[in-house]
DNA sequence: CCCCTATTGTTGACTACGCAACTAAATATA
DNA sequence: TATATTTAGTTGCGTAGTCAACAATAGGGG
């Protein structure tokens, strides 16, 4: 195994510094105007792209960056403020669903305008197109490389 | 301003989860072989590469990804461990500097080669010399532009 | 020199999250 | 069909992190 250079060193560090830097901001854009942080939206917005605008708990994981007792406890605390309704599964005795309510979907519309101009500002814009088409070609190769390492994890 | 394109959003949820699924993996990586975790590498990492390993705690909020609280936290609890030890500044008697001590650069020196594994294994080597090279384009064109940002919101 | 403002770091109160152990239901095995 | 194994989600407990308020010091004007 070859020994990691200097150079992707550097980029590592720009990867990770960036990442916080923009997540940070956007997160104080959407605090600052009263709307919910990043995680919850991310499960709301997971919901309403789904049929039915509900998921199971299992489903929304992976959707998420959460852990999966991280994960129950945001439902939770969502559906406590209305944002979303848990329903146990029919087919699935152990099953829940978290469904998407009219409050929750109402959130949603007033954060993204927030979200979306972050995304828009902090990470779209500055990247010319053939950076922005790199940059993805990049990621997925990344993302695809991590999800094949997370499948053999499961298998053991 | 221009909405956020169905594309650039894609880009941004690879960008997001592909980060998340990464510092996760090393994260782990790092607890199986008891070693610290990432943010507390950061911090003695900043003071072994600075003059006389030593930093003002205000400068090392700048190189982690920590509110000043929760740096002043961690470094209290570095210096109970050991790995680091906290000097009042003379110069300036609100100020302190952390200065990494022997045991500190001793669990960096274990550290490191894990991480750098990781680093290596899951971001370096899945792109290759082209993307490499333009990923870093891209996140240093990101990385300069929240730093502007950053600034203009300091001199409010 | 004294006061006013800015800066450095700490602290109290709180929250969100992770891990690991758990319950309950589903599925496979025998 | 009885038992073992796996899977879905929850929960007890601990920890790390944030924000806002704070104390202490620094650095100017007047």
Redesign the interface.
Known sequence: ?????E??????R????????????IELDLANQKRVPLTTYDVLIALYEAPEQRLRLGELVHKT?LSKSGLSRLVDRLAREGLLRKEKSHEDGRGAYAVLTDDGERELRKAWPIY??G??N???A??SI???N??????????????Q??QEDEAT
């Open positions: 195994m070859e020994r990691v250079s150079h992707e060193l550097a980029i590592w720009y990867f990770v510094k960036t990442h916080a830097l923009i997540i940070e901001q960056v979306a101009k995304i828009k902090y990470f779209a500055p990247l053939d950076q922005r790199s940059l993805q070609q990049a990621l997925y190769s990344l993302y695809e490389s991590m999800k390492l997370g």
